[in-house]
């Protein structure tokens, strides 16, 4: 596969980094994450606002004009012969004398083989295992997935697929992905301490009942109808269990599956 770096596409393999890259020794740096269907970039102007804000919120200079950066995506996906896949866009820190200042970081842009959820886990749905925690800036899209990472073990160790942030009563959002209920037939989802997620945001649009973006209480997802969580990845994953409660009747609910219905009805348009 191909790698956009330096400027000029290279094999991925040969891509590299500095090694006082703020990226990699104080884990600054963004990023952000979309697909391709039968060669399009999906909602690629969604996500080019997403990344192009988190680098300004960063005090990370973009090397490229959102133009540019839109060629560059569009040779990639040719020379990477990309018709269903992921395209991953990163930029790092960049390299400073006192390896704290943010400087002129690196930008990759490269393609990746999608890893979609087993077929299992949208019949079934999964368990989320509640965390107190509130990710760092967790409105823009930084590389700082340390403590999900850390977290990963005490998850798998409770049987859970993923987590559920909370504090102080509040959830927010899993940890790559954003959370949602059903509650009497309408849809509620966090407004605080989340990432605004692309396929949130289609969900939301996609949604035939009322839906609500406000504070969620641990206490309302755990006594919800049905819950999902929304990823660029996952599109809708059913959650059917948060720690030890089952959630509804424990399986996957209908407000939940005729919303993937729909999204992927809205994808099939792209092929
Ligand atoms: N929340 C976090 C923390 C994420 O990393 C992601 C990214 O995948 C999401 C939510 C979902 O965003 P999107 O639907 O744009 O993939």
Redesign the pocket.
């Known amino acids: 596969p191909f790698c956009f770096a330096d400027g000029k596409f290279i094999p991925t393999q040969d891509a590299t980094i500095h090694p006082t890259d703020l990226g990699l020794i104080r884990g600054y740096g963004i990023f952000?994450?979309?697909r391709t269907v039968n060669y399009q970039p999906l909602f690629l102007e969604?996500?080019l606002d997403?990344f192009i804000n988190s680098a300004a919120k960063t005090y990370l200079p973009l090397p490229y004009s959102r133009e540019q950066l839109r060629a560059i995506i569009r040779e990639l996906i040719e020379k990477n012969d990309l018709k269903q896949g992921g395209i991953r866009m990163v930029l790092s820190g960049g390299v400073s004398e006192n390896h704290f200042s943010p400087a002129q970081g690196k930008l990759f842009i490269f393609a990746e083989d999608l890893i979609f959820p087993s077929k299992e886990k949208y019949e079934k749905g999964i368990k989320l295992l509640s965390l107190e925690h509130v990710?760092p800036i967790?409105s823009i899209?930084t590389t700082n997935?340390a403590l999900?990472v850390w977290h990963s073990h005490i998850w798998k160790e409770q049987g859970a697929e993923d987590v559920l942030y909370h504090q102080n009563k509040y959830v927010s959002?899993?940890?790559?992905?954003?959370f949602f209920i059903v509650k009497n037939g309408e849809i509620i989802t966090p407004s605080e301490n989340?990432?605004?997620?692309?396929?949130?945001?289609?969900i939301i649009n996609l949604a035939k009942v009322p839906v609500h973006i406000r504070p969620l209480t641990l206490i309302e997802a755990l006594e919800a109808d049905e819950a999902f969580i929304?990823?660029?990845?996952?599109i809708l994953l059913p959650v059917t269990q948060i720690d030890e409660q089952k959630i509804g009747n424990g399986q996957p609910g209908p407000v939940s599956m005729d919303l993937l219905d729909r999204f992927k009805k809205l994808e099939s348009e792209f092929m």
């Open positions: 952000d994450f979309f969604d996500y997403r990710r967790a899209k997935y999900a959002e899993s940890s790559r992905s954003n989340i990432l605004l997620g692309i396929t949130r945001k289609n929304t990823s660029t990845t996952k």
